[in-house]
């Protein structure tokens, strides 16, 4: 299994400002997900990122909303640009265990709770 | 499309008693899947999964899932509920022939009375 961690933990933002998070793995991963929890929801994927290409962003959301970034194979950030309150959330970091033949299941982030005033 | 349908909100259950959550999905091909369980102000944890073989998969906590190919469903049981393990449990699905993304279901809510 994978420890991830993120920071922040949680944060209270303005509307109109940007929040960077960020992921940690103590494993090195070629892929990373970064999901959204909105309140009393399921997870929705945001985008994958794999080291060394840009992210693949799931329909809904776009590079300009959600900028990421992953500099390593431990290591990726989530920015929400230009935050308005729809955008308050639980936002996790995940990767998948096993090899990268068979991905089977995900580990995940504690999360970042976002509150868009 | 893949899809998965938890179709009960909450669940509630005495402590002792046997629990079941509910979970069916729709994938067009062959389905990897999972269970995951959420404690208050914690991320998710993996709990059990079925990739193939045995259609009765354990998994952490006491937890097992069966896999019911002709009723396209995953069920969660466990025989003798715990007030520990109320959470929030999602039910997820992978179409192994569209890559790596996982679908997960709305979530249910387990709640067990002492």
């Known amino acids: 299994s994978a420890v991830i961690s993120q920071k922040p933990s949680r944060d209270i933002c303005q509307r109109g400002t940007s929040l960077t998070i960020q992921c940690q793995v103590d494993s090195q991963v070629t892929m990373m997900f970064w999901y959204r929890q909105q309140p009393g929801q399921s997870l929705t994927l945001i985008a994958t990122a794999n080291q060394g290409s840009e992210a693949t962003y799931e329909s809904g959301f776009v590079i300009d909303k959600f900028p990421i970034s992953r500099p390593n194979l431990t290591f990726s950030t989530l920015t929400v640009s230009n935050m308005s309150p729809e955008d308050s959330s639980i936002y996790l970091c995940?990767?998948?265990?096993?090899?990268?033949?068979?991905?089977?299941?995900?580990?995940f982030g504690p999360g970042t709770r976002l509150t868009v005033l | 499309a893949q899809s998965v349908a938890q179709p009960e909100d909450q669940v509630n259950v005495a402590e002792g008693n046997p629990l079941t959550v509910k979970c069916t999905y729709s994938v067009s091909g062959n389905p990897y899947l999972f269970w995951y369980v959420q404690y208050p102000n914690r991320g998710l944890q993996f709990l059990l999964k079925?990739?193939?073989?045995?259609?009765l998969v354990k998994g952490s906590y006491g937890f097992e899932a069966e896999f019911n190919k002709s009723q396209t469903s995953f069920h969660l049981k466990k025989p003798s509920a715990l007030v520990s393990d109320s959470a929030l449990y999602f039910c997820a699905v992978r179409d192994v022939r569209r890559g790596f993304k996982t679908i997960f279901g709305a979530g249910t809510r387990l709640f067990v009375k002492a």
């Open positions: 995940s990767v998948p265990g096993g090899q990268p033949s068979s991905y089977n299941e995900q580990f």
């Open positions: 079925y990739i193939t073989g045995d259609n």
